[in-house]
């Protein structure tokens, strides 16, 4: 069966963009920015990018361009004891889109919401309370479903799903070519009328001012290369299914360069945006800008909808805000579930639509759980343990055993020869030394505070089964596919 592949250069890059540049980008990068030293995070930030961001994004472009194959196809092509190192990286994917899905859901909602503000002035207790409507529950007793919740999670898979079904060119392609300009065009409109609001250059001023004590901190380093590797969608299988269906010749150092810096540059506007607007609730409340800033899913379904009640023409500005936010979302969601459609296709020798229609079914069914009274508690904590535990240990174990058991000089010579400029020595240094010793540092860290103090406050009985049970689980069932099926070197010998 003939591979699928981009209709053209743009496409795909536009396509991994779209994935790389998610949720995240617009609510978690300005708040790790803020937390770790402003301007003086950007120093470690640039250098995270160029010492393991670039040369990441290059290693698994070449894999996938090379390999011809989905992640578990890929590894096992390396050597067949390696393919289970694939299939992780593909549960990985698989778990992330079924609670990803959700935070689409919610932004799909406040997206009607933000016509007529109907979030009220208190924005906080409408979120956690009305909207998401958490009782006393804990992640392993969720209460009942929210349909409010689950009919736009319903209407964000059916968007995935079409664009999985179509194939890559018509599908996912077409997408990526309509969704990632409105991003930008729509982030651009909002800081155009954002940073003209009082307060705003306040908090920009904040963003930006450099703390440059906090450089000597390698908390800072540590939150800079973590922010790397978890922007750019690397390690989890997306990058090596999407380079598969690159053409023969492919200028892979360009395509990697151009990714990241994209990604990165999009960081960083949208932590303009976010902080001018802070700035100017600062102001209109009176408050210090310590007191409005908030982390993660408080930030984007509670400060931006009060900050939203503030600004002049709140019903343009509003629907514009979780637009892009819904199109961000969406974008990297696709690119989740391809990476996992696209393994089943190598594996089964499935249809596409076949194994679109298995997946994004079985994906709907088990989403429904963050649909629940207890789903952002459930959310919270099995996020965690797959950011911080297994997407960080499969990104150290791939850079392992692509630097040290085969030979990392072989991936710069495949690169060079099909590319327009030549990447050096610098790449090898990267991948062998820093990148791998920055990985262990964090995920070490992560592992002890984790095991010495939990995680949330959330029963050992929770821990246990979602978080440490959930990634053993995904482990041990990688390695039984493993070795249950033969070596694909075995089977062309």
Same mark, same amino acid.
Request: net charge neutral; with cysteine.
């Given at each position: ?231 750019? +969608?690397?390690? @989890? %299988? ?13 200028? $892979? =150092? /360009?395509? !990697? ?109 088990? +989403?429904?759980? @963050? %649909? ?13 343990? $797959? =950011? /911080?535990? !297994? ?103």
């Amino acid at each position: 069966m003939k591979r699928e592949q981009w209709g053209s250069r743009a496409g795909f890059i536009l396509a991994a963009v779209g994935s790389a540049i998610g949720l995240g980008n617009i609510w978690r990068f300005p708040y790790m920015a803020y937390e770790n030293g402003g301007g003086a995070f950007f120093i470690p930030y640039l250098f995270a990018m160029i010492s393991a961001g670039i040369p990441f994004m290059i290693m698994e472009f070449s894999l996938g361009h090379k390999l011809r194959g989905a992640a578990p196809r890929a590894f096992a092509k390396m050597g067949g004891k390696l393919e289970w190192l694939g299939w992780f990286q593909v549960f990985i994917a698989a778990i992330i889109a079924v609670y990803y899905v959700a935070i689409i859901g919610w932004a799909i909602s406040y997206l009607g919401y933000s016509f007529g503000q109907s979030w009220g002035s208190d924005t906080n207790a409408f979120f956690f309370s009305e909207y998401l409507q958490l009782g006393e529950n804990s992640p392993s007793s969720l209460g009942s479903l929210q349909l409010h919740i689950a009919i736009p999670m319903a209407l964000a898979w059916g968007i995935t799903f079409a664009a999985i079904y179509t194939g890559v060119k018509g599908g996912i392609e077409r997408a990526s070519k309509i969704m990632m300009p409105l991003l930008f065009l729509m982030v651009i409109a909002l800081i155009g009328r954002v940073v003209f609001l009082p307060g705003a250059m306040d908090g920009l001023n904040y963003l930006f001012q450099p703390d440059f004590s906090k450089i000597l901190d390698a908390k800072v380093w540590s939150a800079a290369y973590g922010q790397i590797f978890f922007t750019l +969608s690397v390690g @989890f %299988a997306i990058m090596i299914a999407y380079s598969s269906y690159l053409p023969e010749k492919s200028d $892979i =150092n /360009n395509n !990697a360069f151009m990714t990241v810096l994209i990604n990165c540059g999009f960081s960083i506007t949208a932590g303009v945006l976010i902080f001018g607007v802070l700035g100017y609730m600062a102001q209109e409340q009176a408050k210090p800008l310590t007191d409005v800033v908030s982390a993660g899913v408080g930030l984007a379904f509670v400060t931006i909808p009060a900050a939203i009640n503030l600004l002049p023409l709140p019903f343009i500005l509003g629907p514009l805000f979780f637009l892009a936010l819904v199109v961000a979302g969406l974008s990297s969601h696709i690119s989740i579930i391809e990476a996992v459609t696209s393994a089943i296709i190598d594996k089964l020798n499935w249809s596409r639509k076949k194994a679109a229609s298995v997946v994004c079914g079985t994906g709907f069914v088990v +989403s429904l759980a @963050f %649909a629940t009274n207890g789903g952002l508690l459930l959310l919270d904590l099995v996020d965690y343990f $797959i =950011n /911080n535990v !297994a997407l960080l240990s499969s990104c150290l174990i791939e850079l392992v055993v692509i630097a040290w058991l085969f030979k990392i000089s072989d991936v710069r010579d495949y690169v060079n020869n099909i590319s327009e400029f030549s990447i050096g020595k610098w790449f090898e240094v990267c991948i062998r030394f820093l990148s791998p010793a920055m990985l262990a540092v964090i995920l070490a860290t992560n592992l002890i505070n984790t095991f010495k103090e939990g995680y949330g406050g959330y029963a050992m009985s929770d821990l246990l089964m979602l978080g440490w049970g959930l990634v053993a689980a995904m482990f041990v069932v990688a390695v039984i596919i493993n070795l249950s099926s033969k070596s694909i070197s075995q089977q062309e010998a």
